[in-house]
């Protein structure tokens, strides 16, 4: 750390220093000046997402108009050496600062606040500062408690001190409540910025855009017309060389847990009263606590992949991986069969599933509407006909399409199902940022809307915790599926003469 307190050359310190100059002083996409301090600096995580995510900010012009960027790690490294992490930041005016020590020295912590101080007098960062914790989970709490024993996460008045922590929020219900106990110790729950980078995905934000913005959509988003509705995250790669991570998580911890069920969330609460952070979180809320408890066998399937082909390649099965035990057990799909109990959806089951080494790439919601109580055509003139069904593409190709019936030219008469197709790609010219992009600028504004509260945390460990007790107990079984398939068989089975899983 050097303990100069002067502007780096070349800053300006002017009514327009700093970045985006060029934006009016009212504009909301530009957060006020401050301190960014990364804590776990050198790791991967900020190197791959977070750094390139601030790059980007800083290209649209929506960095704040002062920023210094405060690198604090084990590694030794000079304050130029941390700035070469992310070239072309420099000149656009942010500074950069580095302080090297571990996390449970609090001779660290008080380094950071003489810094700290300096900045703000000297570079007139306002006493504001976003603490973002990119260190592995175990730390979280240690690091909180060390920015809270140096003073760093009191708030005076007129200025901000928030943390943003990133998954996974625990590794189960006791967990997840004693990291928040340690949170709040320190830092009160506005404070507390939990990242799900998944909800920062424009087509998951679309969800409240497609149900909310449309009268022609929302009428039908219920029991009286839904059949069930499918939510799908499949990914066609293995763990890859996470396979000592992925033993000790799962696929229920992974991806069910905090991705799956926001999604859920999104798709099935009821309108906000407004769309106000606290207003959408107290749905996605109201809406996990409705649903009910998993109860028999055939409502959860849980599986693992054995060797098959993928995209014309023979891969090892998950028990082959690096860092993956002989004889796991560990879940590397889940299926689950969903009810909520509430007015809305009472009666309509939420199949929801997840898995590595499946066919192909796709997160997508599907809502499948009951069938026309009658059909007045004679058998052979349906054809292909099937339930209508609105398709919400997460990843990769994001879009939104409606399947109807529509009559086949020619005659005899019949019906065939067709879609009518909406793409991102093709209808907006606009790029959409990436999900770090958002999150970080979301995190600088103070708009939590994308983040997780703690009671949210709370209710989605509530609901997975007993099937992570049940699969830590094997007391369900373990289906295998080859790599390359949609899963398990048994996860068609589970869908009780119902269609079957859509094929996306």
């Known amino acids: 750390m050097t303990g100069e307190t002067l502007p780096p050359e070349g800053w300006n310190t002017g009514s327009n220093a700093g970045i985006a100059t060029d934006l009016p002083e009212d504009t909301d996409s530009v957060a006020l000046s401050c301190a960014l301090v990364v804590l776990g600096a050198t790791g991967d995580l900020a190197k791959r997402k977070l750094y390139p995510a601030l790059t980007a900010l800083a290209t649209r012009g929506q960095l704040p108009r002062r920023l210094v960027v405060i690198g604090v790690a084990r590694t030794p490294m000079s304050d130029d050496e941390f700035a070469a992490l992310m070239p072309g930041l420099a000149e656009r005016g942010v500074a950069f600062r580095y302080v090297a020590g571990s996390f449970d020295d609090p001779g660290t912590f008080a380094a950071l606040a003489t810094l700290l101080e300096a900045c703000d007098s000297g570079l007139d960062t306002a006493g504001n500062r976003l603490y973002y914790l990119s260190t592995v989970p175990a730390l979280f709490g240690t690091v909180a408690a060390g920015l809270g024993a140096a003073g760093l996460a009191e708030e005076p008045s007129g200025t901000f001190r928030r943390i943003v922590i990133e998954k996974p929020f625990g590794h189960d219900l006791p967990s997840a409540q004693a990291l928040d106990a340690s949170l709040h110790t320190v830092f009160r729950e506005h404070q507390v910025f939990r990242i799900d980078h998944y909800l920062a995905k424009e087509t998951v934000q679309n969800i409240l855009a497609m149900r909310f913005a449309n009268a022609i959509f929302e009428p039908l988003w219920n029991r009286r017309y839904v059949d069930h509705v499918e939510i799908t995250v499949a990914e066609s790669l293995g763990v890859e060389h996470r396979g000592a991570f992925f033993e000790q998580a799962g696929a229920l911890r992974d991806i069910v847990q905090n991705h799956l069920l926001q999604v859920l969330a999104l798709t099935a609460m009821e309108a906000p009263v407004s769309f106000e952070a606290d207003a959408i979180r107290d749905e996605k809320v109201k809406l996990l606590r409705s649903v009910r408890p998993l109860g028999d066998e055939g409502s959860v399937v849980r599986g693992q992949y054995v060797a098959g082909d993928v995209d014309g390649h023979t891969v090892c099965s998950y028990r082959e991986e690096q860092g993956v035990a002989h004889d796991s057990t560990t879940e590397t799909f889940v299926a689950l069969r969903l009810e909520i109990d509430n007015w809305r959806w009472e009666g309509v089951p939420f199949y929801i599933r997840t898995g590595k080494r499946l066919e192909r790439r796709v ?142």
């Open 363 to 504: 997160t997508e919601v599907a809502v499948r509407y009951k069938q026309v109580p009658f059909l007045p055509l004679p058998p052979s003139a349906i054809g292909s006909i099937e339930p209508n069904a609105t398709v919400l593409r997460i990843q990769p190709d994001e879009g939104i399409e409606v399947a109807f019936g529509a009559k086949v030219p020619g005659s005899p008469f019949r019906v065939r199902t067709v879609k009518l197709d909406f793409s991102y790609e093709d209808s907006f010219t606009e790029q959409s940022p990436e999900p770090y992009e958002r999150v970080l600028l979301d995190a600088l504004l103070g708009d939590s809307t994308l983040f997780i509260r703690s009671d949210e945390v709370e209710h989605s460990w509530r609901i997975v915790t007993p099937l992570l007790e049940a699969f830590a107990a094997n007391a369900l079984p373990l289906a295998t599926y080859p790599a390359g398939s949609w899963g398990p068989v048994e996860a068609e089975v589970m869908m009780h003469g119902e269609h079957g899983w859509r094929v996306p």
